[in-house]
């Protein structure tokens, strides 16, 4: 759970896991290829159809989450076309890269509000150019 986001970040109920994550695997498993992706807004509107009432798009990431750090379904990617699966090494390694400038972008992000903080707490400092 992120502190401030604890509303869409808690964890997945005994319902998510037993019922919907063995759904979404079995789903995603048929996705081979990137001729195969699937949008989080397509998700979200087949999983409305088919009765949830609650999926939100931020339900679906926290599933795929749980799919992706528990190797559920191994090779399960992301682009801009949607989620699929691929057993390619160099579209692994493209994904690779994706997160590490993702984790890049949020360290710098990170250590900025870091700097700021600490001019928050010596306020001389807060004006000075």
């Known amino acids: 759970m992120l502190p401030?986001?604890?509303d869409i970040t808690n964890s997945l109920?005994?319902?998510?896991?037993t019922e919907l994550v063995p759904d979404f695997v079995s789903s995603?498993?048929?996705?081979?290829g990137k001729e195969m992706a699937i949008t989080n807004k397509e998700?979200?509107?087949?999983m409305k159809i088919a009765g949830e009432k609650y999926m939100s798009d931020v339900k679906v990431r926290k599933i795929i989450n749980h799919i992706r750090t528990?190797?559920?379904v191994p090779g399960l990617v992301a682009s801009s076309s949607g989620y699929y699966v691929t057993n390619d090494p160099q579209e692994v390694q493209?994904?690779?890269n994706s997160l590490d400038g993702r984790?890049?972008?949020?360290?710098?992000v990170k250590q900025t509000f870091k700097q700021y903080l600490n001019q928050l707490h010596n306020p001389q400092t807060l004006f000075q150019c």
């Open 4 to 6: 401030g986001f604890e």
């Open 13 to 17: 109920t005994e319902y998510e896991l």
């Open 28 to 32: 995603f498993k048929k996705r081979q």
């Open 43 to 46: 998700i979200v509107s087949k």
């Open 70 to 72: 528990h190797a559920l």
């Open 94 to 96: 493209r994904y690779i």
């Open 103 to 108: 984790e890049a972008e949020i360290r710098r």
